[in-house]
C-alpha cells in the first residue's frame, strides 16, 4: 500500500458500470473507512490514462458493445497489467471479468483480446443468457463466507490451468460452462459474474481486498448491520421457492 492512503481506482465508470456495480466501489471505500483508513478513491474514465500506483482496482459489468471499446482502451493504454505486475489486488465483475481474460467474444461477433491478467477465455452462449440471483460457495482456502449476486450475461467462461474457480454455484449458473465454477482467482487478480454489487452483498469480499492491500492476516472488526440485513433478505428470496 502506498504510505499515506489505500489508493481505490475505479476503471471506467463511463464504459463498465451495469446494475450498480459503482456501489462496489462505495463499498471498498466505505469499509476501509470503517477501519479508520485514509482511502482515497480515483475514477478513471475510459480517456485517462490508468494509473500504475492504486493499490485496488475495481472493473464493472457492461453491455456487449461498451465492453469492447473498453477492452481495445484497456490494451492500448497496458497500466492495468503493469499494476497487476505490480502486485495490485483487481477485482472485475461480469464483462470486466471477461476482459481480464485472454479473449472473449465482442458485440461483432469477432474474438477479442482480453488482457490475460487470468486464465480464462469466453466464449459466446448458443442457449439462454445466464440471468438471475445466484448462490455459491467461495473457494475455501479464501476463508469466506457464502457468496450472492445476480448474474446477467450471454458469455461462457472457460477456465484454465493457471487459475482457480472464485466459487462453486448451488443456485444460479456462475461461469455457464455447466460444471459449476463461478468466476476465477489468481493470487491478487478476482474476476466473478457477480453483480448486485457483489461487494455490498459481501462485505466480507470487500475486506479480503483490504487485507490483501494492506498484506494483514485480519482488520479489526467494522458493524455490518446493513449489509446483514441485504444478505438475508437476498438469500431468502434466492431460496424461497418460486
Ligand atoms: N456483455 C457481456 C455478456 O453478456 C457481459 C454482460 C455484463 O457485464 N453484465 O456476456
Redesign the pocket.
Known sequence: MSESSLRVVWVYPDLLS??GDRGNALVVERRARQRHLNVTRIDVRSDQAIPTSGDIYLIG????RP?RLAAERLRADSGLVRAAENGAIIFG????F?IMGHEFVNDLGEREQGLGLLDVW?TRGEGA?CVGDVLADIDPRLGLPQLTGFE????VTHLGQGVQPFATVTVGRGNGTGDGTEGAWRDTVFGTYM?GPVLARNPAVADMLIRLALDVNALPPADTTWYDALRAERIAATTRPA
Open positions: 451495469t446494475y459489468g457492461g453491455e456487449d465492453q465483475v461480469c464483462a470486466g471477461q469466453t443468457r446477467n450475461h450471454q458469455g453483480h
